[in-house]
């Protein structure tokens, strides 16, 4: 989400050298910036944060996009040698009260936050290029996410591919560990039409496949932002989560969200949480309710 940010930035402010410090499998994302945008990628399991700070030289100003203890670990060092530091805001309160059903309104999508971290450090007002969406061939698929409460269930999820395979359409999947691969590879040799590429390309590589897509079926997860980054439409289904929370893919449109509004709902901005029912009733989504939404023509 922060990729869009940056190439805005750098557009709108050519003068200024960006360098974006994240860990190396990062890289791909911020291949193709601007001149002004330099990409530093770090290894958090071979590296020090002493050692990364060492690596790094002095710097004008700091945008904290992180606001966890390593960013602010690093933001510190920077600060003392003459910095001039901005930590991002993430609202927090405002968060947890959405998450106890005591706050209605959305919050404002991490992409203004962004923003507003380099506004406060003098940059010019950012306006984000909104995201061309294109007319591919072909769906993906990404069935998995970080936490359970996140994930549409798998033996909906297959009865999802076999519909859009009866149907004729061809079908890529997108996972991530050995057995989510597992999982992907037994609908692949299943399905007609189908093919798995889990685990087969690197991030780049992947970016090439989703933006020839025309839709993508994702979970509140990376696949969603990373089709938001090029451009591809997202039928995005959410559990436990809510787009109000600020995490919608940029570019993609709310209706394109297939969600049950529930009470509970969001019971965590993260997903990270035991349903407190026990049963993941914000998951009870038909099947045919996601083809449905796949088959709409835009």
Same mark, same amino acid.
């Not at 020090?48 to 992180?66: K, N, P, Q, Y």
């Not at 910095?83 to 992409?111: D, E």
């Given at each position: 989400?922060?990729?869009?940010?940056? *190439?805005?930035?750098?557009? !709108?402010? =050519?003068?200024?050298?960006?360098?974006?410090?994240?860990? !190396?499998?990062?890289?791909?994302?911020?291949?193709?910036?601007? @001149?002004?945008?330099?990409?530093?990628?770090?290894?958090?399991? !071979?590296? %020090? #944060?002493?050692?990364?700070?060492?690596?790094?030289?002095?710097?004008?100003?700091?945008?904290?996009?992180?606001?966890?203890?390593?960013?602010?670990?690093?933001?510190?060092?920077?600060?003392?040698?003459?910095?001039?530091? +901005?930590?991002? !805001?993430?609202?927090?309160?405002?968060?947890?009260?959405?998450? *106890?059903?005591m706050w209605?309104?959305?919050?404002?999508?991490? %992409?203004?936050?962004?923003?507003? $971290?380099?506004?406060?450090?003098?940059?010019?007002?950012?306006?984000?290029?909104?995201?061309s969406m294109?007319?591919?061939?072909?769906?993906?698929?990404? =069935?998995?996410?970080?936490?359970?409460?996140?994930?549409?269930?798998?033996? +909906?999820?297959?009865?999802?591919?076999?519909? #859009?395979? @009866?149907?004729?359409?061809?079908? $890529?999947?997108?996972?991530?560990?050995?057995?989510?691969?597992?999982?992907?590879?037994?609908?692949? @040799? @299943?399905?007609?039409?189908?093919?798995?590429?889990?685990?087969?390309?690197?991030?780049?590589?992947?970016?090439? $496949?989703?933006?020839?897509?025309?839709?993508?079926?994702?979970?509140?997860?990376?696949?969603?932002?990373?089709?938001?980054?090029?451009?591809?439409?997202?039928? %995005?289904?959410?559990?436990?989560?809510? =787009?109000?929370?600020?995490?919608?893919? %940029?570019?993609?449109?709310?209706?394109? *969200?297939?969600?049950?509004?529930?009470?509970?709902? =969001? &019971?965590?901005?993260?997903?990270?949480?035991? &349903?407190?029912?026990?049963?993941?009733? *914000?998951?009870d989504i038909?099947?045919?309710?996601?083809?449905?939404?796949?088959?709409?023509?835009?």
């Amino acid at each position: 989400m922060l990729a869009p940010v940056v *190439c805005a930035a750098a557009k !709108q402010n =050519p003068e200024v050298q960006i360098t974006v410090l994240s860990q !190396q499998r990062m890289a791909d994302l911020f291949a193709d910036m601007p @001149k002004n945008v330099v990409f530093h990628g770090v290894d958090l399991k !071979q590296q %020090s #944060l002493r050692e990364i700070v060492f690596g790094l030289g002095t710097f004008d100003a700091v945008a904290d996009m992180h606001g966890v203890w390593r960013s602010r670990y690093i933001s510190m060092a920077m600060l003392l040698r003459g910095a001039q530091v +901005r930590t991002i !805001q993430k609202g927090r309160f405002a968060r947890f009260l959405l998450t *106890c059903g005591m706050w209605h309104r959305p919050l404002k999508h991490m %992409s203004l936050r962004y923003s507003n $971290v380099l506004n406060g450090l003098g940059l010019t007002r950012i306006a984000l290029d909104a995201p061309s969406m294109r007319a591919g061939k072909g769906i993906g698929i990404a =069935p998995f996410a970080a936490h359970e409460g996140k994930i549409y269930p798998i033996e +909906r999820m297959e009865r999802v591919v076999e519909l #859009l395979s @009866k149907r004729g359409e061809r079908i $890529v999947l997108f996972g991530g560990g050995e057995k989510e691969q597992t999982v992907l590879d037994s609908w692949a @040799k @299943k399905y007609n039409g189908v093919e798995t590429i889990a685990g087969k390309k690197s991030l780049r590589e992947e970016l090439d $496949v989703i933006r020839g897509l025309r839709v993508m079926v994702s979970m509140d997860s990376a696949n969603m932002h990373l089709a938001s980054l090029v451009g591809t439409r997202v039928i %995005s289904i959410w559990g436990a989560t809510h =787009p109000n929370a600020g995490f919608l893919g %940029s570019g993609q449109n709310e209706g394109d *969200c297939i969600q049950r509004e529930l009470k509970c709902r =969001p &019971c965590s901005i993260y997903g990270n949480r035991k &349903c407190k029912f026990g049963d993941y009733r *914000c998951m009870d989504i038909a099947p045919e309710e996601i083809v449905a939404k796949v088959m709409e023509e835009k």
